[in-house]
């Protein structure tokens, strides 16, 4: 076709060095009368560049040159037969955790997924605050709604509806962050002794919690397509499982999303087997390309789907913000709010009540979003140069954390030197609760690295700091 054609002349001309990185590509209408196209052929050639992420739309600037995009052979999808384990708090050994001399937890920018506090529009955010605090006067006295405020309910309705998502904002239950919604989820859903069905590898903050909870679990091989059903419908049937929780957009730590299929089958499998499924979907809007997919919600007729989100990714984890659409659980979930909880902070709701409904959030991801995929390219470009030869990176659909491969990788031995030196890192055998993984490891890239003509200072200088020393230590744990 014409508009692949054109795209694989400017790919050409990207790794040849003569459209230079961070340049401006030509506007779309220059771009038509250069090559005597339509402009529709003009949109869908950079439109295919954008979704191979070898360009990048700024919002009110245009279309600019990400740079010599670096294919990597993806890190390898173990297939195995699932069976039933018991995960351990902690989930493995994290050796010395703790700086001795202040007892502090090490906590730095390659360990945990979070996004650096320079893209938190923290300006707009207060304005919110200050608006929400003198709109709510006096009321501040007041317990807040163990459901959630009905202004924030609705603004989000509101914002998903922007996607053809469609929650009814009566439907919705704010909680603090979504762990807190999923706690509440496994909770209504299953008992103390009995197994989930989990992907595999698996966000290792979860099978912390199911460890704490005292939940077994089942494994579900990770394909490129999403998970195996062929083997979870197995356990479905045979009833060895009570419920499923799984990451179905953008996969922590592997960054797969499930198809549109896949996630329509998830939900059919629920309703024939009346399994519900929890649906972690703290991820969904930041994907890598303009579009956001589709939760295995949006299919659920019968309420098996309990959905859960927060803005703990999208905007920040401090504000401890999240909700739940229970479906046909809702009883059962607000009563158990009820009981274990006072609600939610009114001030933070009627905030992010604000910044949502004026338009702040929606203008707020275009940014990030962008921001995201190009770390995401940058931290893959800095890894293939510098890690061991053979090694396996991720290609993330969307969010900020790569699943990396090693050959001969030692990951306990990364982790104890990487705990020496105050370097936060998570290895393969975080996200098991089998003997899986064990040359793994995964990175956090919401923080910026140095390019060879960005050389800003300040914290950025830290997080070089930290991955160059990471690499010394690979090569020595490998």
Known sequence: MRYIDLAQRCIADISSGKLVQNSRMPSLRKFRQQHLIS??????????????????????????????????????????????????LPAVDNYAQHNNSVNKAIVGPLGVAR???????????QHSF????????????????????????ESLSTHFKSYDFHI???????????????????????DIGDAIAISSPCFNGLLDMLAALGRKVVEIPST??????????????????????????????????????????????????????????????????????LPAKHWDKHGYILWC??????????YRLGWCWPGRFAAQYLQKRQYCNQGVSSPVQLALADFISNGDYAKH?????????????SYQNYLTKNLPVASKISSPSGGFVLWIQVPNLNGRKLLELANKVNIDIRIGEQFSTRNLY??????????????????????????DKQLNKLMELIKLAS
């Not at 989100?309 to 401090?318: D, E, L, P, Y």
Request: proline share 4%; glycine share 6%; charged share 20%.
């Open 39 to 88: 402009m529709t052929t003009a949109l869908n050639c950079y439109q295919h560049l954008e979704s191979l992420g070898w360009i990048l739309a700024k919002p009110q600037s245009g279309y600019f040159v990400c740079g010599q995009r670096m294919v990597n052979e993806k890190p390898e999808l173990i297939a195995f037969q699932s069976i039933m384990t018991a995960p351990k």
């Open 130 to 153: 200050r608006r929400a605090l003198k709109r709510q006067g006096n009321n501040i006295s007041f317990y807040p709604d163990v459901q959630g405020e009905k202004i924030l309910r």
């Open 115 to 125: 996004i650096s506090a320079d893209f938190i529009p923290l300006d707009k955010l």
């Open 438 to 463: 064990q040359d793994y490891f995964r990175l956090n890239t919401g923080f910026t690295i140095t390019e060879a003509n960005d050389k800003d200072k300040g914290n950025q200088e830290e997080v």
């Open 309 to 318: 989100g927060s803005v703990s990714k999208t905007i920040a984890a401090g």
């Open 224 to 293: 490129e397509q999403g998970i195996d059903l062929v083997q979870l419908e197995q356990h479905m049937k045979s009833k060895q499982i009570k419920a499923g929780l799984f990451c179905t957009s953008h996969m922590n730590p592997q960054g797969i999303s499930m198809t549109a299929l896949q996630k329509q089958h998830l939900v059919k499998l629920a309703e024939t087997y009346k399994i519900p499924i929890i649906e972690d979907d703290v991820y969904i809007e930041l994907a890598h390309s303009k579009v956001m997919p």
């Open 365 to 377: 991801l275009k940014k990030l979003r962008i921001a995201i995929q190009q770390h995401t390219l």
């Open 168 to 190: 009814p904002s009566d439907e919705l239950l704010i909680t603090n962050g979504c762990m807190d919604a999923i706690r509440t989820a496994i909770e209504i859903c299953t």
